[in-house]
């Protein structure tokens, strides 16, 4: 059964620094992985996806890579902002998408 | 239309009272996700449908939760007899086709409380 893993469970940081959020999963046979964002009473928002056969993509700030062999998950910030404070969810697809239980982030102004 | 599009966003229903949760996916997206989601925890996954069909349906967790699409577009995830563990956000999630490499987009949830 595949299940995903989401470290560090939560994580505050000064605005302006670079930070990485981790993701693992225990069966590397996954079509995709894909980051979202989760803002307080809203539902989630698409980041990246990466495909099985990459290594990664990038939008703006944001990086992503993808280690399918070690079951491994990066998703890189850069140059932190207040407004990038949200719960960030790692989610891989086999036959059915599997959550983590997300990272919350606050960024401190 | 533009997102996925939820109703109601909120509900509060005494225990034993059954609930309907309406989903408009995308226009033209095929395949079609309900999630529920408890405070604090990841989306867990219920059921799938492409187009019509309901695929998959491991993840409703008891014979009290029922979904149909019967057109292929607007889906409708009924509660029958809620308990207070129902208590959740149930997100609808809809992508272009069952292809792996499309993107879900999810609608902002129906936050359901039973009381």
């Known amino acids: 059964k595949q299940e995903v893993t989401q470290i560090p469970a939560a994580l505050s940081v000064p605005e302006g620094e670079n930070l990485v959020l981790n993701c693992s999963f225990t069966?590397?046979?996954?079509?995709?992985l894909q980051w979202f964002r989760q803002d307080p009473g809203k539902g989630l928002t698409s980041l990246l996806l990466?495909?099985?056969?990459?290594r990664e993509q990038t939008s703006g700030r944001l990086n992503a890579s993808l280690d399918k062999s070690s079951g491994r998950s990066t998703l890189y910030i850069a140059a932190s902002q207040p407004g990038d404070s949200a719960t960030y969810l790692c989610a891989v697809r086999d036959d059915k998408i599997i959550f983590g239980k997300g990272t919350r982030l606050h960024i401190l102004p | 239309g533009a997102g996925v599009s939820q109703s109601p966003r909120y509900k509060v229903a005494k225990r034993g009272q059954d609930v309907a949760l309406r989903c408009d996916p995308i226009s033209g997206h095929v395949s079609l996700f309900w999630y529920q989601q408890a405070l604090g925890q990841g989306p867990e996954f219920l059921t799938y449908f492409q187009n019509e069909a309901q695929l998959d349906k491991s993840g409703l967790p008891s014979d009290r939760f029922f979904a149909e699409r019967p057109e292929g577009s607007v889906s409708t995830l009924k509660i029958q007899r809620t308990q207070q563990e129902d208590s959740a956000v149930y997100l609808c999630?809809?992508?272009?086709?069952?292809?792996?490499?499309?993107?879900?987009?999810f609608g902002e949830g129906s936050w359901l409380t039973v009381v």
């Open positions: 999630a809809s992508s272009l086709s069952h292809n792996s490499g499309n993107t879900i987009y």
């Open positions: 990466i495909q099985s056969s990459q």
């Open positions: 069966d590397s046979a996954i079509y995709n």
